[in-house]
């Protein structure tokens, strides 16, 4: 009989960073920092047991630099990410693995890019009824489609669809890079553009929509003309630094991903989950992925 399914989109960079900050250390037999390891293990197990979650892929950053630090010095890079947290990153991989889960290990790239081009691509899959991009991350908001592709904020449990990516932002979904460009974004390094803050960027976007379109007449930006014209002399004096900004904002969304609709099902746990949660202390995790395995 056919059925229509929602495809879960897991930033696991970030689960395993929200791991990492949200619970007690804990360390392995042999003396490893495995916490953030065995937190993510849970997340994406309390993920697969809720209802409608049946297709999941999960994408992490490999390392944390990418092509887009080549192109900025200031890019985010694993300066400041704290050395036991970088450790966990091969074990959280293999971990998602074993739990059964499609994972994207990203090196050149990064694993919002992943989850971008996962999101056009099964967005419009016959089958599909919703994809949903499970991160908090702004730079997200730009892959959201109508009420078809949705960004999903788990921990404060905050979907956004289309409309609510205008309300937050002001802006339309494909207007997120440009607005990221004015604004900044400190969670990846970019500055923005001096003089342009959160509500401008969002009132001029909204009428522009995009850069090149407001390095015209300052009257078109449709505020009052002294603010409208200091606006406008900022981007032309970093015209350059703005379009680079928005390149590094902008996901991919050609990133080579074998896996179609069926591989992304979840099918249980795999042969080795078990032994890893010997490993991680957490034995009762594998039991309760074994379980709900057989629920269904």
Not at 4 to 17: P, R
Not at 42 to 52: D, E, I, Q, V
Not at 219 to 225: A, C, F, I, T, Y
Not at 241 to 267: G, I, N, S
Request: net charge negative.
């Amino acid at each position: 009989m056919y059925r229509s399914v929602k495809v879960h989109l897991v930033d696991g960079t970030y689960e395993l960073f929200r791991a990492h900050f949200g619970a007690p250390p804990r360390t392995d037999a042999q003396g490893r920092q495995v916490g953030a390891t065995v937190g993510l293990l849970r997340s994406l197990l309390l993920l697969l047991s809720t209802p409608g979650v049946t297709h999941v892929g999960v994408a992490f950053d490999h390392v944390v630099e990418s092509f887009r630090n080549g192109l900025f010095s200031g890019y985010k890079t694993s300066a400041g990410v704290p050395g036991e947290l970088l450790a966990q990153f091969p074990l959280a991989e293999r971990a998602a693995a074993e739990l059964g889960l499609v994972v994207w290990p990203m090196l050149e790239l990064e694993a919002d890019d992943a989850l971008a081009t996962a999101a056009r691509r099964f967005g419009g899959a016959p089958g599909v009824e919703q994809v949903v991009v499970c991160s908090p991350d702004k730079d997200l908001a730009q892959v959201v489609d109508g009420g078809r592709v949705v960004r999903w904020d788990r921990r404060r449990d905050v979907v956004l669809d289309e409309p609510g990516v205008r309300a937050k932002f002001g802006v339309a979904p494909g207007s997120i890079p440009d607005y990221l460009a004015l604004v900044g974004d400190s969670a990846d390094g970019l500055p923005g553009v001096p003089g342009w803050g959160a509500k401008s960027a969002a009132a001029v976007l909204a009428r522009l929509g995009h850069l090149e379109g407001v390095l015209g007449e300052a009257r078109e930006l449709g505020l009052p003309r002294a603010r409208a014209a200091r606006l406008v002399e900022s981007l032309a004096a970093h015209r350059e630094q703005a379009l680079l900004y928005r390149r590094l904002a902008t996901l991919l969304l050609d990133v080579p991903l074998a896996e179609d609709l069926a591989a992304l099902e979840w099918r249980g746990p795999a042969a080795g989950l078990e032994a890893l949660c010997r490993e991680l202390g957490d034995e009762a995790t594998a039991r309760r992925a074994a379980a709900l395995h057989e629920r269904r």
